[in-house]
């Protein structure tokens, strides 16, 4: 709590950067919607209806806010100019410091960007999703572990620093694969099949397209409960990762003299 009030402060001191950062998680959503429209309406074979395409692009504008990231770059930043030391030598969590920074700055982008989602919605006539309540609890929990999943992966990154002189290329390469195999560009049930199912082996479909999926109620209640569990099952590998990669890199760090 203390973390997460402190980065709070922080992040208030920051509201017209981040009022930036939460306009430009929208933009990319409304003009992939947009071309979308003119697809569909010169063509009949629409994967999605028109409704469709505003519910999942809209949703993807807030569910893409909290499930996104940007602690790779200063931990790696930190470790090559030797800023890692505090962490080693204070008695504080550097996993829970991180998480407070990333929640903190996710709800103040969330207050910024209902407004604008809700213009949005009424200028494309948003249809709001009929799910049962079980439905909208499994889309809450897969939000959830979507986010803490892409959270461990990305501070993951930023702790390869340990080893690799930049690991900008690694992020870059992530990046790369995340647009195309997570939904953010086109929903995955667009793709070919060869792709679609290339993404259920994937890391990236379940930090972003598994939520937006159910808000959509495109899976059965088998395909549900699975890729839950697959969520659940890689956030543990992924926290079991990040532990290796501090524990062990803490102790090259240390040894290296900084």
């Keep these: 709590m203390a973390y997460f009030k402190v980065s709070i402060t922080d992040a208030l001191e920051y509201r017209g950067d981040i009022l930036l950062y939460a306009l430009s998680n929208v933009m990319l959503p409304v003009t992939s919607l947009l071309l979308w429209f003119a697809v569909t309406d010169s063509s009949s074979l629409s994967p999605l209806s028109r409704s469709e395409f505003v519910r999942y692009y809209l949703f993807l504008s807030v ?41 903190s700055e996710k709800i103040l982008k969330t207050i910024y960007l209902i407004p604008i989602i809700i213009t949005f919605g009424l200028i494309f006539q948003f249809s709001w999703p009929s799910l049962t309540l ?19 992966i990305d501070v993951s990154t930023g702790l ?41 082996y994937l890391p990236f479909r379940y930090t972003l397209s598994l939520p937006l999926e ?5 899976l059965s209640s088998l395909q549900l409960f699975q890729g839950l569990l697959i969520q659940a099952f890689l956030v543990l590998a992924a926290f079991y990762l990040y532990k290796k990669l501090w524990r062990t890199g803490i102790k090259k760090y240390s040894a290296s003299g900084n």
Excluded: C
């Design 63 to 103: 569910v893409g806010v909290w499930v996104s990231n940007w602690a790779a770059y200063f931990i790696s930043r930190d470790i090559r100019l030797g800023k890692m030391s505090a962490w080693i030598i204070k008695p504080a969590s550097f996993i829970l410091y991180q998480a407070g920074n990333n929640i």
């Design 134 to 152: 079980l439905k909208w609890i499994m889309f809450f929990v897969s939000v959830a572990l979507a986010g803490i999943l892409a959270f461990l």
């Design 160 to 200: 390869l620093a340990f080893w690799l002189d930049d690991s900008n290329a690694v992020r870059e390469g992530y990046s790369i694969l995340h647009l195309v195999f997570s939904g953010r560009i086109v929903p995955l049930f667009t793709l070919p099949i060869v792709l679609q199912q290339i993404s259920t």
């Design 214 to 218: 159910i808000i959509l109620d495109k």
